[in-house]
């Protein structure tokens, strides 16, 4: 049987652009707080498999690593896994940036091997689904004395050939404010048409911008969801853990 979560994008945040496609996915919201020097990641939790569809934790909370995941969740015929990649890289030395890097070094020739798998057993899906279309993981935390975001991505082309994908931002003044990855166009609407989104609080704001993708893609989003907090010295409070069950998260 192959597990597919589907496929995420990212869309950047700042003051005067924005950075999305449309695509297909589950629904992840990064968001840094400049004001109050917090993180907040939101995570629905739906894993479509097959025919039939579970609940799955999207978010690893490791000591100084914390990733969220969006796109191609598994692949059994391969052995392909995306969040035990993730949560290998998080095991790795090195700050966060550099376990960001590890995992894509880590995952890029099996994230390949199972494109390729897809695309020749098949091939309406692959190009439905990955062709052209991130998968992500956002990995969050502590850089030196900042809060920060690096998110590393894998694409593939229509013939199933693999390139990387990275964007990076922090609580610095001038760099951009977070990401949604997967799911993002009634987001995007949102933010575009209310300007004060902020005055809700990141982590409200995070759940609802979630909670639109879920209501508008029932199909390929879902509850619960999972939602955490790292503060300025890295603490994190988890706010809700969906499927992310305390054995697991620890």
Not at 129 to 158: C, M, W, Y
Request: charged share 25%.
């Amino acid at each position: 049987m192959i597990t597919r979560a589907r496929v995420g994008v990212v869309f950047v945040l700042t003051g005067t652009s924005l950075f999305s496609a449309p695509v297909h996915a589950t629904s992840v919201v990064a968001l840094i707080d400049k004001a109050n020097h917090t993180l907040v990641i939101a995570a629905d939790c739906r894993v479509t498999r097959e025919l039939a569809w579970g609940s799955e934790c999207k978010i690893i909370d490791e000591p100084g690593c914390t990733v969220a995941i969006a796109g191609l969740y598994e692949e059994k015929t391969t052995a392909f896994n995306l969040r035990q990649l993730a949560g290998a890289a998080c095991q790795y030395p090195g700050d966060l940036r550099t376990k960001a890097e590890t995992f894509l070094r880590l995952s890029k020739i099996p994230y390949e091997r199972a494109v390729r798998h897809i695309r020749d057993t098949d091939p309406s899906e692959f190009r439905r689904t990955l062709e052209n279309k991130p998968t992500e993981v956002i990995f969050a935390g502590l850089q030196g004395s900042h809060l920060a975001l690096f998110v590393r991505g894998l694409v593939s082309d229509t013939k199933g050939r693999v390139t990387t994908e990275r964007y990076e931002s922090t609580d610095a003044a001038k760099s951009s404010i977070g990401y949604f990855a997967g799911l993002n166009r009634h987001i995007r609407e949102h933010v575009s048409s209310h300007g004060q989104w902020e005055r809700l609080g990141y982590p409200v704001a995070a759940r609802q911008f979630v909670e639109m993708e879920i209501k508008a893609n029932p199909d390929l989003a879902g509850p619960p969801i999972s939602e955490l907090e790292i503060d300025s010295r890295g603490t994190v409070r988890w706010l809700s853990r969906g499927a992310c069950d305390t054995s697991e998260t620890d």
